[in-house]
């Protein structure tokens, strides 16, 4: 009954908007030769875009002088600080604060991870949160597809055409015309999203499992939500924005939305969950509804992203830093590739690993991530985690969630049994990528964030979850009940709990194999007694 009504007021709802996007066409003056814009503002208008501008922060003081409380409202938000705290443990999370087995660390390393930074000039300690002129509005707002940041410009884009890397670099990045991008500024898109979380840890697909380029104009049978020949949607249609803060986080992630459904007057804000669309019974109601009973300890992400990295872009999988620094006889640089073309080793990071079309792995998942910090102790003879989550099938607020497994080799103190943490990116000495030294990188790195180094290091074995939310593959091609109720299914790790088809009992099976004998016996019992009885009353 819920979802026949649901259907009925979506279906009034449609014709309502289709009817006046027809009315709309016939009233169309004739001379109207383009579509007005979406927008109330045409920015090519304003005079105070009317003229030349060096620098970003230029282009933004002038953004200020109408959208007077954009900067401060970003200053406020992940996005800009790169961290943020965890509710239920009080941990202090984020970009700028984590250990990853990616680059390691954001620590100094500034001027090149924060070319994906939506401010400017963040390239060491002294970078002012606090200016207002330091906000980038071009690189979530730009429409023309010509903004893009200088990999090593601490958030900067190239005033002046550059190469990359700076000394003898082959790939050309063309000075940005800021006034022309000013002037064309826009909604958010996927492409504004994806310039970074599309490229996060180096590289197309290096870092998300479920999001790379071939999210910028996906087809639905990649992405249902996102496919530009269905829905269309785009980023911000669920990671909904109030006062500048995103919603949705890896770091604070709900596991299961229990608000439901948001419509007016129970709106949270967010729509950055399944359930805030679908509600806790998506499924069309059956006899034994069985597919919504599923919902309250699965997550719709589980049978829903049946594989990742399905985009035609492989996912990296595994990197090896121990076996980074590796040059020719006469001293240069190594780069290996596979067959795809796609490097699995290269001098300044070591070995990699790839993969597309993968199966996920599965956990339980409460919503309480949490993440391993520099100082806590490791064990090098087994494989350290990096995040850890709470969950389990006696935790009521348990899903049991996909995620893509980041693996790795990453360097770790030998004398206190720590992670440590490289000094990769610079033009001094220490710098890893300068110098090939792992104690200078290292000395280096943890000195700068007052960690303590005993200089003795060896390289362990880590992992790293990610939950995946993306890729949302068409209902036809969700998990079938024989992909986890199976002896060697999906769910064969999680072994806290009883699955039928894919754990036996023997006093399970023994009762229910006495059920079907017993309920045999009584068809045929009940059958012989009616053909007994239809016999004697033809003899009567």
Request: net charge neutral; glycine share 10%; charged share 25%.
């Given at each position: 009954?819920?979802?026949?009504?649901?259907?009925?007021?979506?279906?009034?709802?449609?014709?309502?908007?289709?009817?006046g996007?027809?009315?709309?066409?016939?009233?169309?003056?004739?001379?109207?030769?383009?579509?007005?814009?979406?927008?109330?503002?045409?920015?090519?208008?304003?005079?105070?875009?009317?003229?030349?501008?060096?620098?970003?922060?230029?282009?933004?003081?002038?953004?200020?002088?109408?959208?007077?409380?954009a900067?401060?409202?970003?200053?406020?938000?992940?996005?800009?600080?790169?961290?943020?705290?965890?509710?239920?443990?009080?941990?202090?999370?984020?970009?700028?604060?984590?250990?990853?087995?990616?680059?390691?660390?954001?620590?100094?390393?500034?001027?090149?991870?924060?070319?994906?930074?939506?401010?400017?000039?963040?390239?060491?300690?002294?970078?002012?949160?606090?200016?207002?002129?330091?906000?980038?509005?071009?690189?979530?707002h730009?429409?023309?597809?010509?903004?893009?940041k200088?990999?090593?410009?601490?958030?900067?884009?190239?005033?002046?055409?550059?190469?990359?890397?700076?000394?003898?670099?082959?790939?050309?990045?063309?000075?940005?015309?800021?006034?022309?991008?000013?002037?064309?500024?826009?909604?958010?898109?996927?492409?504004?999203?994806?310039?970074?979380?599309?490229?996060?840890?180096?590289?197309?697909?290096?870092?998300?499992?479920?999001?790379?380029?071939?999210?910028?104009?996906?087809?639905?049978?990649?992405?249902?939500?996102?496919?530009?020949?269905?829905?269309?949607?785009?980023?911000?249609?669920?990671?909904?924005?109030?006062?500048?803060?995103?919603?949705?986080?890896?770091?604070?992630?709900?596991?299961?939305?229990?608000?439901?459904?948001?419509?007016?007057?129970?709106?949270?804000?967010?729509?950055?969950?399944?359930?805030?669309?679908?509600?806790?019974?998506?499924?069309?109601?059956?006899?034994?509804d069985?597919?919504?009973?599923?919902?309250?300890?699965?997550?719709?992400?589980?049978?829903?992203?049946?594989?990742?990295?399905?985009?035609g872009?492989?996912?990296?999988?595994w990197?090896?830093?121990?076996?980074?620094?590796?040059?020719?006889?006469?001293?240069?640089?190594?780069?290996?590739?596979?067959?795809?073309?796609?490097?699995?080793?290269?001098?300044?990071?070591?070995?990699?690993?790839?993969?597309?079309?993968?199966?996920?792995?599965?956990?339980?998942?409460?919503?309480?991530?949490?993440?391993?910090?520099?100082?806590?102790?490791?064990?090098?003879?087994?494989?350290?985690?990096l995040?850890?989550?709470?969950?389990?099938?006696?935790?009521?607020?348990s899903?049991?969630?996909?995620?893509?497994?980041?693996?790795?080799?990453?360097?770790?103190?030998?004398?206190?049994?720590?992670?440590?943490?490289?000094?990769?990116?610079?033009?001094d000495?220490?710098?890893?990528?300068?110098?090939?030294?792992?104690?200078?990188?290292?000395?280096?790195?943890?000195?700068?964030?007052?960690?303590?180094?005993?200089?003795?290091?060896?390289?362990?074995e880590?992992?790293?979850?990610?939950?995946?939310?993306?890729?949302?593959?068409?209902?036809?091609?969700?998990?079938?009940?024989?992909?986890?109720?199976?002896?060697?299914g999906?769910?064969?790790?999680?072994?806290?709990?009883?699955?039928?088809?894919?754990?036996?009992?023997?006093?399970?099976?023994?009762?229910?194999?006495?059920?079907?004998?017993?309920?045999?016996?009584?068809?045929?019992?009940?059958?012989?007694?009616?053909?007994?009885?239809?016999?004697?009353?033809?003899?009567?």
């Open positions: 009954m819920k979802n026949t009504l649901f259907r009925a007021v979506c279906c009034a709802l449609s014709g309502l908007l289709l009817s996007s027809l009315l709309a066409s016939l009233e169309k003056p004739e001379n109207q030769s383009e579509p007005i814009s979406n927008s109330t503002a045409d920015h090519s208008k304003f005079e105070e875009l009317q003229k030349e501008f060096g620098k970003g922060p230029e282009v933004t003081k002038a953004c200020l002088g109408c959208h007077t409380e900067s401060k409202q970003l200053h406020q938000t992940k996005h800009w600080n790169w961290k943020c705290t965890n509710p239920e443990t009080g941990q202090t999370l984020g970009k700028s604060t984590i250990v990853n087995n990616f680059c390691l660390s954001v620590s100094t390393n500034l001027p090149r991870c924060t070319s994906c930074h939506i401010g400017y000039g963040w390239k060491d300690d002294t970078f002012d949160f606090t200016s207002e002129v330091n906000v980038d509005c071009l690189v979530c730009d429409t023309t597809g010509t903004y893009k200088y990999p090593a410009g601490a958030g900067h884009p190239a005033y002046v055409d550059k190469p990359f890397p700076p000394k003898g670099g082959k790939k050309i990045f063309k000075a940005v015309d800021l006034q022309a991008v000013a002037q064309s500024v826009g909604k958010t898109s996927r492409e504004t999203c994806g310039a970074c979380h599309f490229y996060g840890g180096g590289g197309d697909g290096v870092k998300h499992g479920d999001m790379d380029s071939s999210m910028t104009n996906p087809d639905k049978q990649l992405d249902v939500h996102m496919g530009t020949d269905g829905l269309d949607f785009v980023c911000a249609d669920c990671h909904t924005t109030d006062g500048h803060e995103t919603q949705g986080s890896r770091y604070n992630i709900t596991a299961k939305d229990t608000h439901g459904i948001d419509i007016i007057g129970r709106d949270d804000k967010s729509r950055a969950s399944c359930e805030s669309c679908h509600g806790m019974t998506p499924h069309e109601e059956t006899i034994n069985k597919l919504n009973d599923h919902t309250d300890r699965v997550a719709c992400q589980t049978c829903h992203i049946p594989k990742f990295a399905r985009g872009k492989p996912s990296k999988t990197w090896d830093w121990s076996t980074a620094g590796r040059k020719t006889a006469d001293g240069k640089h190594v780069m290996e590739k596979d067959e795809n073309g796609y490097v699995t080793y290269v001098t300044k990071k070591g070995n990699f690993e790839w993969g597309e079309n993968l199966v996920p792995e599965y956990a339980w998942l409460s919503g309480n991530i949490r993440y391993r910090e520099l100082e806590e102790k490791v064990d090098p003879e087994s494989i350290t985690a995040n850890t989550f709470d969950g389990s099938y006696a935790d009521k607020d899903r049991i969630w996909p995620f893509k497994v980041m693996r790795g080799k990453q360097p770790y103190d030998k004398v206190n049994n720590t992670l440590a943490i490289a000094h990769l990116f610079g033009k000495k220490d710098a890893y990528w300068k110098s090939y030294s792992w104690d200078k990188a290292l000395a280096a790195a943890m000195k700068n964030v007052g960690a303590n180094f005993s200089g003795e290091y060896g390289f362990l880590t992992t790293m979850h990610w939950p995946l939310a993306h890729m949302i593959a068409p209902k036809e091609e969700a998990l079938q009940c024989s992909d986890c109720h199976a002896k060697d999906r769910l064969a790790s999680l072994t806290d709990f009883y699955l039928p088809g894919r754990d036996s009992n023997k006093w399970v099976d023994t009762i229910g194999w006495l059920a079907v004998v017993g309920t045999i016996g009584g068809v045929f019992t009940h059958g012989f007694g009616r053909l007994v009885a239809n016999r004697r009353r033809k003899r009567q």
